[in-house]
Structure formats: C-alpha cells, structure tokens
C-alpha cells in the first residue's frame, strides 16, 4: 500500500515507497528526454513508477505515479485537448490505462482547465481551490485575463516573426503557434471549470 500526502501549497507532496531515489533522478537525465510528435510533449523518468511530462512553450510540467491503485497524475493542463493528449502520453509510457487521481495542485489556468480530461476519476484538491473554480464558473469574467493568454501568446510569436523571420525555420516555432492555436479553439468552445470532488483543508492522506 502506498501513500501520498496531499497538502495545501500542493505540489508538496511526500511519496512513500514508488522508489524514486537520487540515483534514478541522476539516470533519467543522463538518459535525457522523448518527445511525442503533436504537442511535443516531453517524458522524463524519475523512476519505474514515476514520470515528469513537460508540453507547451512554458515547458509546464505534470507528474504521473504508477501505483498498485492506479496511476496518478498532479495537475491537468491548459485546456482539455492537451490534458488528453498528456493522459494519453501517460498511458503510453506506462502501459497502463486506469486512472486512480488526478490531484490539483492550485487553480492557475495551465494547472485546472484541463481537468474535464479526467471527469471520469476523483479530482482531489484543496477547499479553498474548489471554492476558486466554482467561482470562475459562475464569473469566468474574474479570469478574462487567463483566457487572453492563448491570443495574447500569438500575436507575439506574430510579432517576433516580423521582427526575425529566420524564427520560421525553428521548428519550436511552429509547435508553439501549434500549442497556443489548440489550446484557443478549447477557449472559445468553453471551457468546462471541473472542481475537485474530494477535498481537504490542510491536510489528506490518500492510499494508493
């Protein structure tokens, strides 16, 4: 039986027995990185049973644990598209599809708007991220800014292309414009404010 120790100011996160060691830290990035060729998602190993998946121009960052429950994934993503598209990473790496948590960490935009991706498994975070997402589902105007960013981040890759066009030869050029234009389309189908449906104030204790 494993345990994970969920506290708010999450990702702190105490992982009892998955067998991540600092000689498995020093090997993954010895071993270096793999990309997947639509979002170009990245999978560092951090041990057998956990894996960092990195996506995006801001290189955002989701862990997945393997556990005997299930897998578990901290924080969702930009939109739904890329947390499925991260989910189906998930999968692939470990060759395993049953989902056992996805724990939010905090409810900034690339950590939570993808959460309808896992609508299908208990969502576990905090009362006051609950209460900040039900909120945002009433008003997304109070997150008019967050829902900008997509639009916002390519009229400067525009603007950086006028600047330097020899910027349409890198290819993280491409995939960037790629990024934002997926996650915008989700925006403007709306986006679904999927809140935690197990919470906690301080302090939870989850078997795994």
Known sequence: MKTLVCCIGLPVLLLLGIGLSAQD????VSAGTKSAP????KVRRLSPRAAVFNVGPWD???????????????????????AQEVRTAIEAEFKR??????????EHS???????AYSDIPIVGSDLL?????????????????L???????????QDLLKNP???????????????????????????YLPPTITFDRRMTLKS
């Open 25 to 28: 830290v020093k090997s993954s």
């Open 130 to 146: 609950r209460a900040a997402i039900l909120g945002m589902k009433s008003d997304p105007t109070v997150i008019a800014d967050r």
């Open 110 to 116: 690339d950590h939570t708007f993808g959460n309808s």
């Open 166 to 192: 020899k910027l349409l030869e890198n290819p993280e050029t491409a995939q960037s414009e790629r990024f934002w234009k997926t996650v915008q389309a989700d925006y403007a189908a709306g986006v679904d």
């Open 60 to 82: 955002n960052s989701y862990l997945a644990l393997s556990t005997q429950k299930g897998i578990v994934v901290i924080d969702s993503g930009f939109s739904k598209t890329v």
């Open 148 to 158: 900008a960013i997509p639009e916002q981040s390519l009229a400067r890759i525009q």
């Open 38 to 41: 639509d979002l170009g998602i």
């Open 97 to 106: 599809s049953d989902f056992a948590y996805l724990i939010n960490s905090h």
